[in-house]
Structure formats: C-alpha cells, structure tokens
C-alpha cells in the first residue's frame, strides 16, 4: 500500500524565513501529488498539485513544490513566510488508474513567530 | 468557503450510542468522499461515493456506513461508538471520481465520552 512520510512534525521560522517542508511516497508507479494547507479552525485548502509536466509547481499565496521523481519527493517551498502562514501542511497522493482515493501524510504544523 | 457543507460542527455522545453525520457537496459534485482525522492516526480516507454508488472503501469499521441520496448528499452513519472514534471526520466533493480536486468541508467534531 501506498504511504506518505512528512518527517516534521512542528516546525518554528521567524518570519522572512525561508520554508521547505519535506513529502516523500511510497508507491513506485505513476502518482498524482498534492499539498493541503489547514489554517486554525478552517477547513483543508489546496494549495498547489502536480500531475504531470513541470517538476516544479507554483501554487497559491506564493508557495511552490517540487517533484523529484528519483527521491519520491515532493518538498514544499516559501521564499520568505509570513505570520499569516502559521497552519497545518498535509501532503497527499492518489495513484493514477487505481480507486485514486488521497492519502495524506501526517502533517506538519507550522509556527511562524511575529 | 468550499461550498462543501458539513452538520452539526460539533457533537458529544456516550459510548454505544450511534450518530449520523450529514454533508452537502459543492453544487454539481457527483463524489462524495468521508474522511477521519484523530491524533494518533491523522486524516485516513474512510469511503467515496460517486453519484449514489460506492466507489471506493479505505480504512471504515464495520460499524460505520455510508450512503450518498439521489439528491448527492450524504450521510456518515458511526454505530456501538467508542472513545477512540473521537475524532474530526472530513466530507470532501468532487465533480467527478477521479479524486484529482477535491474540495473539503469544515468537518464535524465527534466527542465520545
């Protein structure tokens, strides 16, 4: 069965710090990928996806991923985050051809400081 | 706002009691997903449903069910609860089954207590 590692937990930047947030998969076949954002007492957003193409995804609010198929990777990138950036960050996959249901990582909270 | 409707927001009940939960796709979506977000286990995908058949099954006890109406909404039935069900449970909608974009609701608080 497929699986999806995000191997930090909590991180904490100051704001104007840069942010990569780790996604590694576990299934070897063709997979669609994607980034989820889930702000205090909101429900989940997308952020940005990749299904084909460009490795590297732009998205929303200035974010962009990378898709590194060697490295089953999908790291998420800021440049430079803001306090309005404090969330919770969940990666998810979907194998292409099979039931295709999501499945998520376990996220990673992200704390900016003022 | 997704547009994808979830009731109540939060519920408390006792052990062996048994609650539905109720969501409202986004106008136009035939799929209706259920997922489950607890602590331990972090958002596991439960069930889908496309235009009122179920389409695919994830990790949803035996004394949980589902279904979706002919007005596409849908309805999470959780049975004989437990304390390790309290949980935040997810309805997500998509216009189609291929789960590619998927918009989710705000979800439902379940307590048991």
């Known amino acids: 069965a497929q699986s999806v590692s995000q191997h930090n937990h909590h991180v904490i930047l100051s704001e104007a710090a840069s942010l990569e947030l780790g996604c590694n998969y576990s299934y070897g076949g063709t997979v669609n990928l994607f980034w989820y954002v889930q702000y205090p007492g909101q429900h989940l957003q997308l952020l940005l996806k990749?299904?084909?193409?460009?490795?590297l995804v732009k998205g929303i609010k200035g974010f962009e991923a990378e898709f590194i198929k060697s490295k089953f990777s999908f790291n998420l990138r800021k440049p430079s985050v803001q306090w309005s950036d404090t969330a919770e960050y969940l990666c998810a996959v979907n194998e292409v051809g099979s039931a295709r249901q999501l499945t998520f990582g376990s996220g990673t909270q992200l704390t900016v400081l003022p | 706002d997704s547009g994808v409707t979830q009731t109540p927001k939060h519920l408390i009940t006792a052990t062996g009691q048994r609650v539905t939960l109720r969501c409202s796709p986004r106008s136009g979506d035939l799929s209706v997903y259920w997922y489950q977000q607890s602590l331990d286990q972090g958002l596991q995908f439960l069930i889908q449903?496309?235009?009122?058949?179920?389409?695919a099954k994830g990790n949803i006890l035996e004394r949980f069910s589902a279904q979706q109406f002919p007005d596409l909404h849908s309805e999470l039935n959780l049975s004989s609860l437990e304390l390790g069900d309290s949980a935040l449970y997810f309805c997500?909608?998509?216009?189609?089954?291929?789960?590619?974009?998927?918009?989710f609701g705000e979800g439902s608080w379940l307590t048991v207590v």
């Open positions: 997500a909608s998509s216009e189609d089954s291929s789960g590619n974009t998927i918009y």
């Open positions: 449903y496309y235009n009122g058949e179920e389409r």
């Open positions: 990749y299904f084909s193409g460009d490795p």
